[in-house]
Nanobody, 124 residues
Framework: QVQLVESGGGLVQAGGSLSLSCAAS????????MGWFRQAPGKEREFVAV????????YYADSVKGRSTVSRDNAKNTWYLQMNSLKPEDTAVYYC?????????????????WGQGTQVTVSS
């Protein structure tokens, strides 16, 4: 059974940084894409960032572009989200996800495996 486990969330002051990790287990094939979504209280889950298997392509939501970097280490079956210059509006539960077949990168229906989520709280 494929499983994704996030780590690295926590409480940080505005302007600070956090690095999230997503460790995958139980799969024997290459993902088409690996990414991150987030969900704030009372809001829908929204796209944050995605990277393809080779690492040659990355996409970011406008809200985090220039402040975040998504990367992966295929040998470790792990991908990462480095977030800098954090803002209170970045507060959310962050979910890592993976897509077997690909598709519209910012559509959550593209992704077929999800982690349990990790809380990121940015204080002002």
């Amino acid at each position: 059974q494929v499983q994704l486990v996030e780590s690295g969330g926590g409480l940080v002051q505005a302007g600070g940084s956090l690095s999230l990790s997503c460790a995958a287990s139980g799969h024997t094939f290459r993902w088409n894409a690996m990414g991150w979504f987030r969900q704030a209280p009372g809001k829908e889950r929204e796209f944050v960032a995605v990277i393809n298997w080779s690492g040659s392509r990355t996409y970011y939501a406008d809200s985090v572009k220039g402040r975040s970097t998504v990367s992966r280490d295929n040998a470790k079956n792990t991908w990462y989200l480095q977030m800098n210059s954090l803002k209170p509006e970045d507060t959310a539960v962050y979910y890592c996800t993976a897509s077997t077949y690909g598709g519209t990168y910012n559509d959550l229906n593209t992704y077929d495996v999800w982690g349990q989520g990790t809380q990121v709280t940015v204080s002002s």
